[in-house]
């Protein structure tokens, strides 16, 4: 499936109007003066009646088309071993490594199409080998964000054939507690610019900085800059052991970050991970009202859906992820949901 946009970021439209993208235009044919008409006339707007009418029959056909489900984020790797070992002190979300082999029929009954594959950076760093493997293996079905060391300025020579890495797509960036100094401290400004002129799709996640990315976001319109997680960092989502007033104010002021980046045509939002911002069981009804909010102020085609699905696993099957969006957000219409399971991450990643 690819799609062609004319402006990469064009100017946002008002939320609230509905666009029928299926909607067809046709063009009347207006007969001149009061004479009967011409056998020539006569088949000229039979034909373009014709034509016409054919026209509004691809339209419902796209219509009726199966939506396309895109999980914008899952990690796998596999088993460390002396031959491919990972990295020191490396600690992963599942006691089992989380394979090709166990992702694909978790997707096919889910009803998932595609997965865009985050290497897990503290087990593999920098390797994409493995995600690589995924792609070779079902090339239409995975795609990868891949790290860059950011502290390491001489990786920019690599960015300008970055998507030239089979099944690589772009960046993703986790600025965690050792990293979050980068975003000030002049560690990470080489990479603004050369991600932008590379054309190159970033990911990324902060604890609490989100707002940081509004300067980026200003100076570099042409970078295509996608919120994770809503921008609710792990140090800021709720655990057992938080207090009530901690967990209605790190969540919330997050998700006010998010939404103050709206604004900026080139940053879009990943509605994902869910189920480790909800204090409640299935279907978290707690987020409903971040998601709301964040969908109001991105509107559809800058709304992403993903799981982060390892890193909850336990607290809700692949398929209730999926129909979490699908059938308990009333406020999204069908339209809506074409946009947000799939077809939004799919134009912002260039991903054809």
């Known amino acids: 499936m690819i799609f062609n946009i004319a402006s990469q970021f064009a100017v946002i439209p008002a939320r609230g109007r509905r666009v029928d993208h299926h909607?067809?235009?046709t063009k009347t044919i207006e007969q001149e003066g009061h004479h009967m008409p011409s056998r020539r006339s006569f088949l000229t707007g039979t034909v373009a009646t014709g034509v016409a009418l054919s026209m509004q029959h691809p339209a419902a056909t796209v219509a009726q088309q199966k939506r396309v489900i895109v999980d914008s984020q899952v990690h796998l790797w596999p088993a460390s071993t002396p031959e491919r070992p990972w990295l020191p002190g490396a600690k992963p979300q599942l006691p089992e490594p989380f394979t090709i082999e166990r992702i694909i029929p978790l997707m096919d009954e889910a009803g998932v199409d595609r997965v865009v594959i985050v290497p897990p950076a503290s087990l593999e760093g920098e390797r994409v080998d493995y995600?690589?493997?995924?792609?070779?293996r079902y090339p239409s079905r995975f795609a990868i964000m891949a790290r860059v060391a950011l502290d390491k300025p001489d990786r920019a020579a690599r960015l300008a054939t970055w998507r030239d890495q089979p099944g690589v797509l772009g960046v993703r960036l986790n600025f965690g507690p050792g990293e979050a100094a980068w975003l000030t401290d002049g560690t990470a400004d080489w990479f603004w610019p050369a991600a932008e002129k590379a054309r190159l799709?970033?990911?990324?996640?902060?604890?609490?900085?989100?707002?940081?990315?509004?300067?980026?976001?200003?100076?570099?319109?042409?970078?295509?800059?996608?919120?994770?997680?809503?921008?609710?960092?792990?140090?800021?989502r709720p655990r057992p052991d938080s207090s009530d007033s901690v967990?209605?104010?790190?969540?919330?002021?997050?998700?006010?970050?998010?939404?103050?980046?709206?604004?900026?045509?080139?940053?879009?939002?990943?509605?994902?991970?869910?189920?480790?911002?909800?204090?409640?069981?299935?279907?978290?009804?707690?987020?409903?009202?971040?998601?709301?909010r964040l969908f109001d102020a991105y509107g559809p085609e800058r709304c992403h859906w993903g799981t982060d699905l390892t890193n909850s696993f336990a607290r809700a099957t692949y398929r209730q992820r999926v129909t979490e969006f699908t059938e308990e957000l009333p406020f999204l219409t069908e339209s809506d949901k074409d946009w947000i399971m799939g077809r939004a991450i799919l134009?912002?990643?260039?991903?054809?």
């Open 23 to 25: 909607h067809v235009v």
């Open 131 to 136: 995600a690589q493997e995924a792609v070779k």
């Open 201 to 236: 799709p970033v990911m990324f996640l902060t604890s609490g900085q989100t707002s940081l990315f509004a300067r980026i976001a200003e100076r570099h319109p042409q970078l295509t800059l996608i919120i994770d997680h809503m921008g609710v960092g792990a140090g800021l």
């Open 247 to 292: 967990r209605n104010k790190l969540v919330p002021e997050a998700i006010a970050q998010s939404v103050a980046l709206a604004k900026y045509a080139n940053v879009s939002v990943k509605l994902s991970s869910v189920p480790l911002i909800s204090t409640e069981p299935y279907p978290f009804r707690d987020v409903t009202p971040h998601i709301h």
């Open 347 to 352: 134009a912002r990643l260039r991903w054809t």
